[in-house]
Structures are given as C-alpha cells and as structure tokens.
C-alpha cells in the first residue's frame, strides 16, 4: 500500500489537540474513499519525546506515523515544523495534505505550499472526492458565500475548521507502523526559538475547541459587568468570548475575541450577549451549530442568523438564565 493522505497532527505538550484528532479522522475517511480501503493514512508528529503519541492517532485510523523526533523541535518553530512537513510530502508523494485550521496549523500549511508550489484551501468545512481529486469547501468574503476549490498540482493542500469534521469511528489501528524522519538541518535554519511559554490563568475551557461558548458585546456597557458572561459560561461549563468592540474598549483579552480578525470557532452552541452582529463578529461563529441571541435591538443583525433570538435585557435575562440552568444541573 501507498500512503496517499498525509496529515500533519498538532500537539503540545506532548498532548494531541482534538483539531488534530478531527483532521486524521478526515484523512482516514478520504483514504478509504481514494482506494477502496487500500489506500493508507500517514500522519506527522513533531516535537520531542512524543513517541507515545503514536498509538493515539492510531486509534482514529492511522497507518504510519512519520516521527520527528528532536531536541531543535521540541518548541514550535515556524521554520523547523514546516521544512519537516515539507520533507516527509516530497519523500512520500501523497495525493492529499491536510492539517486543522489553528494557528500553528495555518501557519505552517501556508508556509508548505509555498515551499511546494502548490495550491492550499484554509479553514475547509467540507471535503468530497471526484476519483482521486479533492474539492474542498470553504467561506469566502467574510462566511457571506462559500466556494468550492479544485486543485491543478499534489498534493492538494486543506486546513481544516475545528469542531467540524467529526472523529472516526471503527478504524482503529493497534500498532501503526513509526517511521523516522531525520532533521536535516541545524540551529541557524530556525530564524526564531521560544524562550518561554506563559500559560493564561482561569481558562479552563479553549476558546477554538471549545462545544460551547457564551460571548460579551458592548451591551454589557463595561468590564465591571462582563462577571454576568463569566457565571453563565461557568454554569454551562464554556469558554469565554467576546466581540472586537470590547476587547477594543480594554474589558477583555484579545485571546477572546471571535470574529475575522479574533478566533474563528464552531461550537455546538453560542451564546451572543449585547451584541449586535457586526459582518466582521459573524465571520467568527455563524458556522456555529445553534446560536442563541439576546439583545434588547429587535433589529440587531445577530437575529438573522440565531437559532433561537430572547428580545430582553442582559442584565435581567442572564442572571436568570445561569440561575435556572444551576437549577437544573442541580436536579
């Protein structure tokens, strides 16, 4: 067998993020697809002592797992992960790359595909297969409309949105094959290194991977009143978000930001509290499996996408609504 689908799984500290699961899921359905179930799933790990990661991703049906192994990789490098990358597709060739659509994901495929001379499709939603050529499906001009993008060389190159692609289920492997991949290059090749990693106290729960997430907007008219958001996330056992305007205004962090120029997230559910629905805010979460809104605007624009819209004042619904979700938690 040939390894024809090759995914590039994301960890840090020595943990598997689920964006990573997702995407060696998606591969493992695109090779079965590509070859009638002979077609094989590589997958690249890379950092330092992740040998034991090998049979996690082979839980969601990895055949082979290219091992960088290394003390130059042990701190993410822009430069070390993707000349990695780029060395493991040019030895094997496959038809597809993928990688999920997080910040060192979408990094490091940009930089790969320049390395190649080949197409790239960030943040996918959807993936199909016309015989052996994919099509990926992807939003454009700020999630208003959607293309559908073909590629003329291999391999053809996606990220894929996090919380989308669902994990495999029942093509487990016991013991993927761990293939070497040696690091042909030295300390001068890696423009930057890390120096320190400074974790964010309080966040229990990752905005990006988040299933649900409660967000803040100017509505909440200042940082003394943001708690409101904090307890209804706590009862719901969320992450925490925020529109532009307020991280903006200095009332939360920018790690909370959702929208275009913040995270894009896809939870199954979203709360938007006291915000009105800037293109910019929609672009980050209306691809969001049910939304519910509460503004006092009848009109705000966040009502054209919610699943479920509550017309009413945050300062009265929200401490109703965490006190009745508590209520029933407690049953």
């Given amino acids: 067998m040939a390894v024809k689908v090759v995914v590039f799984a994301e960890q840090r500290g020595s943990k598997l993020k689920r964006p990573a699961l997702e995407a060696v899921s ?12 002979s077609a094989e799933l590589g997958v690249v790990l890379i950092g330092k002592g992740i040998n034991a990661l090998v049979n996690e991703v082979g839980s969601v049906g990895a055949d082979t797992v290219f091992l960088a192994d290394h003390d130059l990789l042990e701190s993410y490098s822009a430069q070390g992960y993707s000349r990695t990358i780029a060395k493991v597709l040019r030895d094997e060739k496959p038809a597809i790359f993928l990688c999920s659509a997080t910040a060192m994901g979408k990094e490091v495929a940009a930089r790969v595909a320049a390395n190649l001379g080949v197409g790239l499709a960030s943040d996918s939603t959807e993936l199909a297969l016309e015989g052996h050529k994919l099509q990926a499906r992807r939003p454009i001009y700020a999630g208003k409309a959607y293309a559908t993008c073909a590629f003329q060389r291999e391999p053809q190159m996606a990220t ?18 761990a293939v070497k991949v040696s690091v042909d290059f030295g300390a001068e090749a890696i423009g930057a290194r890390v120096v320190g990693l400074a974790q964010a106290e309080g966040e229990k729960v990752d905005l990006v991977e988040a299933e649900v997430i409660v967000s803040g907007g100017r ?8 708690h409101l958001i904090r307890e209804l996330a706590e009862a719901l056992g969320a992450a925490v978000g925020a529109s532009r305007a307020v991280v903006d205004l200095g009332w939360i962090e920018h790690s909370h930001q959702v929208g275009q120029t913040g995270k894009t997230v896809s939870p199954t559910l ?3 509290c006291g915000i009105s629905g800037a293109i910019q805010h929609l672009a980050g979460m209306s691809s969001s499996k049910y939304i ?5 605007d009848s009109d705000a624009n966040i009502f054209k996408v919610a699943t479920y819209g509550v017309v009413g004042d945050v300062f009265e ?15």
């Fill in 219 to 226: 509505g909440l008219k200042g940082p003394e009143n943001f």
């Fill in 270 to 272: 979203y709360v938007a």
């Fill in 317 to 331: 619904v929200l401490p109703e609504l965490t006190k009745e979700i508590k209520r029933l938690k407690a049953e």
């Fill in 26 to 37: 998606e591969g493992r359905r695109l090779a079965d697809k590509l070859s009638g179930l």
């Fill in 292 to 296: 519910v809104a509460i503004n006092k």
């Fill in 160 to 177: 894929l949105r996090p919380n989308v692609f669902p994990l495999v289920v029942g093509r487990s492997v016991a013991s993927p094959k």
